[in-house]
């Protein structure tokens, strides 16, 4: 890491962004705080009152209204809060439920009554939050702690595939790779799989931010979509709550998910325990802890034991699609001074998760203790320091380090002798699973990413504000893939395949990161603008082959760096009081995950494997160039009542450059010479186009909720950047697509809606309905027929989900009784289907002739619980506050 750091000095371009983290001293966490402004005035006279204070209860910020009776407060954190006005002469007032928003303007306009010197009266009104967002100029949700209490989730990913567009973790039709993640603004990204390292639990959110639009310059590395993640602060006095939680699957469907008709309630726990309080007068922290168990719904049968003869198993039953994680979250925060217009404050904070999980594979079902597990331990640290220069300006350097473990195997150690030869698995006849036999695969990998950004804000007028930052990231990751040997080569024993060669593949590689952006907003009563820029600088510091058709002969160089210039508006136009319009666009790049750009670094092929080879030995390619969309949506927020609000938006998304593949043939001479390899470039593309209608309606008697619709087109040559690779596999070898067809995941339909009641007297009830229409696949036809790639739709999709909850009290004791059902109608929705029938349920191949040469029938074989979403589960909880 410090050879890494050393040649980031060299670079004039990172030189320059850090002489303006230093002279510039950037920050905040411009995305994870909102702001309070507006205007006091004399309630009879109308005219502006000067040098009124008004003061933030709680949190120690305020300010004062200047000749036009103005004030602003910067730098306040999402949440709900209450105001306190006060000045000489006039009446003392109180403003409850003042609801701040991440990144955006809350306006409290306020009449003051004078009143006698004498008079102490204080009144007190209650806020109310509008139905629409004024200075939002693209397409947001925020979703608060207390929403998030009530309903029916267990992680930010189930909140997420609530939202508008977003369909199974894609946002609006682009790859689940093309969101970054971020904790209270920071990135959180794994750089390996480009997934999240890891999630907070829903008890520590403040808010949760999702932006599937077009989103600022101060955003980068993402094309589709950002998550903020905005964690909760130490409280002002000690409270803490403490949850249990036990469930299983009630369903009928046992002709499908084996086992699943033996209820145990234990067969799903959860208990979390969540502290917050002072410790000081200026230190406060946060504290929760989780454990969960999950056996999940997919099982196998030990009907053989995982070894190199044929040995029969006890018949048991085993979870293989298990989940089982542990997660801690600790945060401090510490408030230097109390001067509510000079505030200086840190935050620290660490969170961490390990869990062991199984990823189902069919083939195994019989022989479940023979299929590998996957273990993950990751962690990150965050630090922020946080400094309001003035009422109109200020600063926050943020600093983080995490780390992700990953690994994947049967055994840990990669010499057990318990496993079996390399060939047992290819044992097994047609139509049957395997009669015994090892996984043999065995993957450690590591990622370590820090970083430092820093990005100030200042308004510059009642109209304008700026804001900048930098920001600079080194990785460093490390593989180490192996597929053991054992036959009558390695004289049966367990054997790790010589280093650097197809099946012993190892890495080392750090690369590095630097961005800064400038981005401006633009307030008025009749106009809001964002407009920002947005400076990228990557380099992959890999190997690159000169040339291709001499992959182990052929001189290597250096990877060259990537610059990336992106520009970003947003505008908003107030047409009436109660609605508005807006208007964006942006150029969006992003560099691909690095797994890509270092497969196979040693550049190898294995032609004992023939086409698989292809497939499965890929050769990385570090001079890939970052992915770039370019998206634009203009909508509308209409006000129908004061509880009822219209969301209007249609979008559009061109996409270049996305990460493909190519095929390459070894040249006569060379070592395997004739054979094919694949490797990654930048050759796919796609366009995405949609429209979605949302009503919202605020609690009205105890009822509140919402409903969307999404219409959308997702169109691109291919889904999966190795579908050259694929394709490759056929008899004779497939033609890619040259033309859009539809992408995987291109759902033209999808309504979501939530209805939640909460009566005076505990009681809350809410359901979720989310209907989607039906994803494509590609048929299977006859020979003599042309194959169009994903021309036909699996069925439909929809599910229901309920959260109920009862509060009561004994004696001093207050518990919370909780019931979630999820998939409540117990609905078979089939996720993958057969070519030949387009259902999970049903292929010709069960009538060909050929009989499954195994002790498993032929139904067996071809019945796929895995296809299908997860049946019904009854989960009951309790939980109480102390």
Request: hydrophobic residues 35%; contains cysteine.
């Amino acid at each position: 890491m410090n050879n890494a750091i050393r040649n980031i000095l060299e670079k004039p371009v990172i030189i320059f962004c850090l002489l303006c983290l230093t002279f510039l001293i950037p920050a905040v966490q411009a995305a994870t705080t909102g702001k309070i402004s507006g205007v006091v005035t004399d309630a009879v006279s109308g005219e502006p009152l000067i040098g009124l204070n008004v003061i933030v209860d709680g949190i120690g910020m305020g300010a004062a209204s200047d000749i036009n009776g103005y004030y602003l407060i910067l730098n306040v954190r999402p949440g709900t809060y209450t105001l306190r006005l006060s000045m000489i002469g006039y009446q003392t007032k109180q403003v409850e439920n003042v609801s701040v928003i991440s990144d955006h303007t809350t306006t409290i306009n306020i009449e003051l009554n004078q009143v006698s010197l004498e008079a102490s009266e204080v009144v007190t009104v209650t806020a109310t939050r509008p139905t629409i967002q004024f200075d939002r100029t693209s397409t947001e949700s925020s979703v608060s702690a207390t929403q998030i209490a009530q309903m029916p989730v267990e992680s930010v990913q189930d909140i997420l595939n609530l939202q508008a567009g977003v369909v199974e973790g894609h946002f609006r039709g682009g790859r689940s790779q093309e969101v970054v993640y971020q904790i209270d603004g920071i990135p959180i990204n794994d750089a390996y799989s480009g997934d999240a390292t890891l999630f907070v639990e829903n008890d520590v959110i403040q808010e949760l931010k999702v932006i599937s639009g077009t989103f600022n310059a101060e955003y980068g590395q993402a094309q589709s979509g950002i998550v903020d993640i905005i964690t909760k602060t130490g409280a002002s006095h000690l409270t803490g709550s403490l949850s249990m939680s036990l469930g299983d699957y009630v369903t009928s469907h046992n002709n499908i998910f084996w086992n699943i008709d033996d209820r145990n309630p234990t067969d799903y726990t959860n208990i979390n325990l969540y502290l917050s309080g002072p410790l000081g007068q200026r230190l406060n922290f946060l504290m929760n802890y989780r454990t969960q168990t999950d056996d999940g719904y997919l099982y196998g049968r030990n009907v053989f034991l995982p070894v190199d003869t044929l040995a029969y198993g006890d018949n048991s039953y085993h979870a293989m699609g298990y989940n089982n994680s542990h997660s801690l979250f600790a945060k401090l925060s510490l408030r230097l001074t109390d001067h509510d217009r000079l505030a200086l404050s840190s935050t620290f904070q660490v969170v961490g998760q390990n869990r062991d999980f199984g990823i189902y594979d069919h083939l195994f079902r019989y022989n479940p203790l023979g299929q590998g597990e996957s273990k993950e331990n990751a962690a990150i640290t965050l630090f922020s320091w946080n400094h309001l220069l003035s009422s109109e300006s200020f600063f926050n350097i943020r600093a983080s380090y995490s780390m992700k473990d990953h690994s994947q195997y049967t055994f840990e150690d990669s010499l057990d002798e318990r496993y079996s030869t390399d060939g047992r698995l290819r044992q097994t006849g047609s139509y049957s699973f395997y009669t015994g036999g090892t996984d043999m695969v065995w993957i450690t990998r590591s990622s370590l990413t820090a970083l430092i950004r820093g990005d100030y804000t200042k308004q510059i007028s009642r109209a304008q504000q700026i804001q900048m930052g930098v920001q600079l990231k080194t990785h460093q990751l490390k593989l180490h893939d192996i597929k053991l040997k054992k036959n009558a080569e390695t004289n049966f024993q367990v054997t790790v395949p010589t280093v650097n060669t197809a099946d012993n593949q190892q890495y080392l590689r750090e690369p590095i990161e630097g961005a800064a952006y400038i981005q401006t907003k633009w307030e008025s009563s009749s106009l809001i603008m964002n407009l920002g820029i947005r400076y990228d600088y990557f380099d992959a510091k890999g190997l690159i082959i000169e040339d291709l058709s001499r992959p182990r002969t052929s001189s290597t160089k250096a990877s060259s760096t990537t610059q990336q210039i992106s520009p970003r508006i947003g505008i908003s136009y107030p047409i009436t009081n109660t609605g508005v319009m807006h208007v964006s666009y942006g150029h969006f790049f992003q560099i691909p995950e690095f797994q890509y750009l270092y497969a196979n670094p040693n550049f190898t092929v294995n032609p004992e494997e023939g086409l698989a080879s292809v497939l499965n030995y890929p050769f990385g390619n570090a001079n890939l160039k970052s992915q770039k969309t370019v998206a634009y949506e203009i909508g509308l927020q209409q006000e129908l009542s004061p509880a009822l609000a219209l969301d209007v938006t249609a979008y559009s998304k061109d996409i270049r450059n996305l990460l493909g593949s190519e095929l390459n043939t070894i040249a006569t001479g060379e070592e395997h010479s004739g054979i094919q390899y694949g490797r990654y470039v930048n050759r796919d593309y796609g366009h995405v186009k949609g429209l979605t209608f949302m009503l919202e309606m605020k609690a009205i008697t105890g009822f509140s909720g919402s409903v969307d619709y999404t219409f959308q087109v997702a169109r691109g040559n291919a889904s999966d950047p190795k579908s050259v690779l694929i394709d490759s596999q056929s008899d004779p070898p497939a033609e890619s697509e040259k033309q859009l067809v539809a992408l995987n995941w291109d759902q033209t339909h999808t309504l979501n809606t939530q209805l939640t009641f909460q009566s005076l007297n505990g009681y809350v009830i809410t359901v979720l309905g989310k209907v989607g229409s039906g994803m494509p696949y590609t048929p299977s036809v006859a020979e003599s027929q042309a194959v169009i790639e994903n021309s036909e739709r699996k069925p439909y999709q929809m599910t229901f989900e309920l959260y109920a909850k009862k509060s009561i009290q004994i004696g001093k004791l207050a518990l919370d009784l909780t019931l979630k059902t999820y998939n409540l109608f117990d609905r078979l929705n089939e996720s993958d289907v057969y070519g030949d029938s387009g259902r999970a349920s049903y292929t010709r191949d069960l009538y060909n002739t050929g009989d499954a040469q195994g002790l498993n029938t032929k139904a067996e074989y071809f019945t796929r619980p895995d296809w299908y979403q997860s049946p019904r589960r009854v989960i009951f909880g309790i939980s109480t506050n102390f």
